[in-house]
């Protein structure tokens, strides 16, 4: 075939072109569309960088979360990654492990009343470390009051110890009693853990000895014959019973026997006569059989309830934002320095039995205030009608304070009394210790007298201005029960003694735009003169006539209100507890610390039972002669052990940092709850 000139050229561009066209469609769809496609050397493409933004200053919003479909379920807290989320057992039980820690730290201070706080705080944990803890310092502590307060925590948690921790407390308790640290109703607690085992000689010896020490005629002891009834019947015992009916033979022993035996639950009506030991015998002869069927099992102790200080708490009700349980006991010193305290006692005509009252148990007073302050110092003012006082000033010599209050009686004529006047001498008429963090200046006004209008505006000015100086003014209201019962087990049983209403709001001084103005006479001035110091008033019941001190009031001996009364009567209850045992609660709690009063108040008690030992009470003398009537027997349910902190009942308050205070007002005691 021929090709013209024209011709090959033309060949030879579309054999090219195919050419061209066949290595494109061999290519990579990717180098096809990128332009200026590099070399492959089979070197991994890094990423390409970000373009960087221009820094306009301006802080970046952060991106939006993408929104999630709501279904309505619960959304679990989130955790950073590694980290698991604690159960509400959990944070507890770590809660009470910080505690524990913070309590064991406090409970080895030089400061012994701070030790008893921190025992006091961790008797709340129920914890088998907290336990253990405890018997160790039962062990350790060298203060008798210390070696009580662990005592009673024990006896709180009776139900948790193993037989060996009980078998520890039961040998620290022998030793406690060789000590005599068991006195006033610190010996109702001891009885009832004597009585949750099967009798021992010592504990035998115990119950002989308490029957030939107390006395059926002071109200002191009453609560304790009344545990020693129910210690007869757990025991079941014939020799013990036995022995309280030979005490039916004789008048002075009569009386303490026959109580014994009715509140063991003797079926038998009150007697009192010399018949009483025939009556007895023949239904011990009917009932000895039952009586000693059975006697405690060798684990009753696991059944022993609370007295004084409050047991282990129930995890269940714990509210871990509550303060009570963040609250590790910032304290620093509690045992204080100096401490200044003034009586002004009212000595007219009616008060002779509480003038009586003081000379026995000034003697508790010393003893409790020479262990909550290295430097304590009393005074005393008696004041009467007519502008009269007298009065010994502030002295750290109690012999010479012991001396001057023997010789104290009634004086002065028919009339009212000389509040101010008694209040002006106690202010001024001793050097009072300086005011300081730890140093106290208290009174207590004591009568059994409204206060008159007159009176009272002068007492006022002065408290207001003794209590920016530092003062606290406490009034005592001494006044008769409404209705004394001749018989004490026809009213529920109670362990624990009375309570004391906490002061109102901080405890600073409250006053009023005006002077308060309450009539010619009212009681609520005592209220007044208290709130001008930040102080408290109460009202302390007790039978006229000096009933229950220990001895038989007769004809007037004891004041115009003296009543007769029967030869072969029981003392009286004190409505709330005893005077004595309800000023010091009041007192020291306040001295303390009034800010942990749900931790010092059972302190005190435990203190002011203990010092019961120093007071004298007279040995039991009585003649036979009519028995006055008595009421029937409660037979109803005791009055529980003290109520356990909890979140379940209302009514029973969870105690906190500020439990004891007295917040809500009583119009018709003028702003106070008293008891």
């Known amino acids: ?26 290519q990579p769809a990717k180098a096809a569309t990128a332009p200026h496609a590099k070399k492959d050397t089979g070197a991994p493409v890094p990423p390409k960088p970000p373009r960087a933004k221009k820094d306009t200053g301006a802080p970046v919003p952060p991106k939006p979360p993408r929104a999630k479909k709501d279904t309505g379920a619960p959304v679990p807290p989130m955790a950073p990654p590694g980290v698991r989320i604690l159960s509400r057992e959990e944070k507890i039980q770590r809660r009470f492990e910080s505690l524990a820690r913070a309590y064991t730290l406090r409970m080895e201070s030089p400061d012994w009343i701070l030790r008893c706080l921190a025992v006091i705080s961790m008797a709340r944990l129920p914890t088998e470390e907290a336990t253990a803890t405890l018997i160790e310092r039962l062990e350790r502590e060298s203060k008798p009051v210390g070696k009580l307060v662990v005592w009673q925590a024990l006896l709180s948690r009776a139900s ?36 949750a085992t099967p009798l021992t000689p ?27 009834g129910r210690a007869l019947k757990a025991w079941g015992d014939a020799a013990l019973v036995d022995q309280v009916l030979r005490g039916l033979g004789s008048p002075s022993t009569a009386v303490r026997a026959e109580l014994i035996l009715q509140a063991a639950g003797v079926e038998v009506p009150w007697t009192r006569t010399p018949k009483a030991r025939q009556v007895y015998a023949e239904w011990w002869k009917a009932n000895r059989d039952a009586f000693t069927a059975s006697e405690p099992t060798a684990t009753g102790w696991k059944r022993l309830k609370p007295q004084f200080v409050w047991g282990p708490v129930d995890p269940k009700t714990i509210d871990l934002a509550d303060t009570w349980w963040h609250d590790e006991l910032e304290l620093g010193h509690l045992q204080l320095q100096n401490f200044d305290f003034a009586l002004a006692v009212d000595c007219s005509r009616s008060m002779r039995p509480e003038i009586e009252r003081l000379k026995r148990d000034m003697a508790i007073m010393v003893a409790a205030f020479r262990l909550v302050a290295r430097e304590p110092r009393i005074g005393l003012t008696l004041f009467a009608p007519g502008g ?69 505006l002068r007492a006022y ?61 009212s009681w609520q001035y005592y209220d007044d003169i208290a709130d001008a110091t930040g102080a408290l008033a109460i009202n302390v019941q007790v039978p006229q006539g000096g009933w229950g001190l220990g001895i038989l009031p007769s004809g007037k001996s004891m004041g115009k209100n003296t009543k007769a009364v029967s030869p072969m009567a029981v003392a009286p209850l004190y409505p709330g ?71 379940a009942k209302p009514e029973a308050k969870q105690p906190g940092k500020n439990a004891g205070r007295t917040g809500a007002k009583n119009k018709k005691n003028g702003g106070k709850k008293k008891n």
């Open 388 to 456: 009269l006082t007298e009065g010994m000033p502030l002295t750290s010599d109690f012999n010479l304070l012991g001396a001057f209050l023997r010789q104290a009686d009634i004086f002065g004529p028919a009339g009212d009394e000389a509040w101010d006047l008694a209040l002006e001498r106690t202010v001024a008429g001793s050097k009072w210790v300086a005011q300081g963090q730890h140093s106290r200046r208290f009174i207590v006004l004591m009568s059994d007298e409204p206060i008159t209008r007159a009176e009272f």
């Open 577 to 647: 507890g005893g005077p004595t045992n309800r000023v010091l609660t009041m007192v020291l709690r306040d001295a303390i610390n009034p800010q942990y009063a749900d931790r010092v108040e059972p302190f005190v008690k435990i203190l002011v039972a203990y010092c019961q030992g120093y007071a004298k009470s007279p040995p039991e003398q009585r003649q036979w002669g009519t028995p006055n009537k008595m009421e029937p027997n409660y037979k109803g349910r005791p009055i529980p052990a003290a109520k356990q902190p909890t979140q």
């Open 202 to 228: 010592e504990s035998r010896r115990t119950f002989q000895n308490l029957f030939k020490t107390t006395n059926s005629l002071d109200s002191g002891d009453i609560p304790t014959l009344i545990a020693m």
């Open 1 to 26: 075939m021929r090709i013209g000139m024209w011709g090959l050229p033309l060949v030879v561009a579309v054999a090219v072109a195919l050419v061209l066209v066949v290595v494109v469609e061999a």
């Open 160 to 195: 948790q110890l193993s037989p060996e921790q009980f078998d520890t407390w039961q040998k620290q308790t022998g030793k406690m009693q060789d000590d005599n640290l068991f006195n006033g109703d610190l010996r109702i607690g001891l009885l009832e853990m004597l009585s």
């Open 461 to 521: 000015t002065l408290s207001v201005g003794a209590g920016k100086a530092g003062f606290k003014i406490y009034g005592v209201m001494i006044k008769p029960p409404g209705n004394t019962r001749n018989n004490p087990l026809s009213v529920p049983f109670n362990r624990t003694g009375g309570t004391v209403p906490g002061v109102p709001g901080d405890g600073k001084p409250k006053l009023p735009g005006a002077v308060p103005s309450r009539g010619a006479k």
